[in-house]
């Protein structure tokens, strides 16, 4: 990998981790185009990128979490009805579906390798987003959002495992359905991130120990990281403008597009 090949592939996955238009579906693409071998090491290097980013973006909220984590703990996990305690509850829910992930992560790589499949689920994700977008949302908050929505968004993200399927649209969409906010729809989904990324870096730390052996230069690899981070600062705060604008059936075409083209080109 050249370093222009890791900075185009990080900008990629920057944007698309945090636009609703599958960022494992995108660079599955790229690289079928740039002919890039499959790279697992750099897959993730560019996600603890996008995982810099959030924390960046969200980092008075991450102070917020801390505290109602360490109130809970203090007060024997009970709530008290406080925002900020409910929302560590619902976080841990909402991530507790990804354990199956980890159970079939060895069955999912494979399809990675399919750009029909990534079509295929481009197609899916058009439709969630369409749908959610004319019908979805209400007002639901932190304050009052029930456990089992948390689950609702969970399962949701457990189902973008799958490339072609967006985690941050998946998971967007699935809160807009269960009545929340746009608003904290979408902070909830970027939060929920975190612990995603970083538990997906851990359960893949063996790997990621004996494939940074055989690199033969770091330089495409820091190049990735850090215009992931910046792309991907840049597509939170997008996002955040464009929700409120109820303007999310753009990116439903634009799947849409990327899909069928994508089809047409497997079957031609």
């Avoid at 199956?100 to 499949?117: H, P």
Wanted: with cysteine; hydrophobic share 55%.
């Amino acid at each position: 990998m050249t370093l222009l090949e890791g900075i185009i592939l990080g900008i990629v996955q920057g944007l698309t981790e945090f636009l609703p238009v599958s960022s494992s579906g995108h660079l599955t693409l790229v690289s079928a185009v740039m002919e890039l071998p499959s790279d697992i090491l750099f897959t993730v290097i560019v996600h603890l990128g996008t995982l810099l980013a959030v924390v960046i973006a969200f980092w008075q909220d991450i102070v917020m979490l801390l505290k109602g984590l360490v109130g809970l703990i203090l007060d024997r996990f009970k709530t008290r009805d406080l925002p900020q305690r409910r929302l560590v509850i619902l976080l841990v829910i909402a991530t507790l579906p990804l354990a199956v992930g980890a159970v079939i992560d060895k069955y999912v790589e494979a399809m990675f390798d399919s750009t029909l499949f990534v079509g295929c689920a481009l197609l899916a994700t058009a439709t969630v987003l369409f749908l959610a977008d004319r019908h979805g949302g209400g007002w639901k908050t932190a304050s009052n959002a029930r456990y089992k929505d948390a689950a609702a968004v969970g399962l949701a993200q457990l189902c973008a495992v799958f490339p072609g399927i967006s985690r941050s649209g998946s998971t967007i969409c699935a809160g807009l359905f269960t009545g929340l906010s746009r608003d904290f729809a979408v902070r909830f989904a970027f939060l929920l991130s975190i612990p995603a990324v970083t538990g997906s870096f851990v359960f893949k730390l063996p790997d990621l120990m004996e494939s940074a052996v055989t690199v033969a230069s770091p330089m495409p690899y820091i190049a990735g990281f850090f215009s992931a981070l910046v792309s991907g600062y840049a597509a939170i705060k997008l996002v955040g403008l464009l929700m409120k604008k109820n303007s999310f059936r753009f990116f439903s075409y634009y799947c849409a597009l990327v899909g069928a083209v994508t089809i047409i080109l497997n079957l031609i």
